[in-house]
């Protein structure tokens, strides 16, 4: 007896071979399907996405990372020794222990002493002691007292009773002209002392002229050299005062060189009445050391330019001297 035995269909072919869409292909229900295929209870899982496609360093980036190891390997490289350690102490050291620049100390405060007999006392046994600080201090109290206060200046101007100043105290006065520290109320001191003729007499014994001009070499010409101007001219009407003027070897070029730094009208003023002190008496004894042409020629330049009256007055009539000494054709020095 034949046996017919049936052949069994092979399953058909999925449409899509990929194993994303296999289940679609494969009904739940197919004849075909002995086995219904399991299901899958979640989404598989989506592939990454891709990675971008490296891009090639740029060239500030790769400076950047150059400089970064450099600097990395020249502070990992670099030994801290002892030495660099023990020298940055000690410059710290003397940067906390350097001492503050040094500035000038201020004035002392105003002392006022109304009678001059007693003014001169005090500044006397002040200037005899040799210590910086006191004569500060007494040539403090003498501007005080002889220029601030006005009774004090009355009194000084050698009145009925006058009170002379001693010959102590106007040595250390004048020798405190040639002191920066204490110039400028120096000659506010003398030029107030010198308001007084029997001052002058002092002043001039104690060689009060030639102390003024060696003074107005390093002065400049501002007011201190214009005091020291007015000092010197009136110790000039004193004729012991005139005669060691004009035998002062340098007072001719030094005139001429304080007239052209000279900055203020009245020290003009006052210089141009010193030169007719020098040329003007004992029959011109200063002819043959001053340089009368360069005189005439500063002098001129003066009165052209700011120049008070009196000064323009001086000045003719030193020009007028000039003129006769030496025979100076003073129209070739204005052109």
Known sequence: MKTHQHKLKQPPRPLFSCGFFRYCTQSVLSPTNATPPA?????????????PPPQPPSESSSSSNTSQSFTQWRFSHTPITTDLITNLSVDDTALRHQSPPRTAAPPPPPV???DLQELFHVAELQLSTGEESDKIKAIYMLQ????????????????????????????????CLKDK???KPATKVLLALCLGECNRRVAVEEGAVGKVVEALVDLDGGAVAERALAALELLCTV???AAELRAHALVGPMMVEVMRRMETTRG??????????????AGGDAVGFAPQEEVARVVMLAMQ???SARGRRKGAQLLKML???ERLDLSQEVG
């Not at 299901?39 to 990675?51: A, E, I």
């Open 39 to 51: 299901l899958p209870l979640s989404d598989p899982p989506l592939p990454p996405p891709p990675l």
């Open 239 to 241: 004729a012991e005062g």
């Open 181 to 183: 520290e204490v110039a």
């Open 112 to 114: 006022i002493i109304s």
């Open 305 to 307: 330019g700011d120049c």
């Open 268 to 281: 003009r003023e006052n210089a141009i009445g010193i030169l007719a002190v020098i040329y003007g008496g």
């Open 144 to 175: 005080h007292s002889l220029v601030n206060a006005r009774s004090a200046v009355d009194g000084g101007a050698c009145g009925d009773a006058p009170v002379t100043c001693p010959p102590a105290v106007m040595r250390r006065v004048l020798s």
């Open 323 to 325: 003129q006769e000494n």
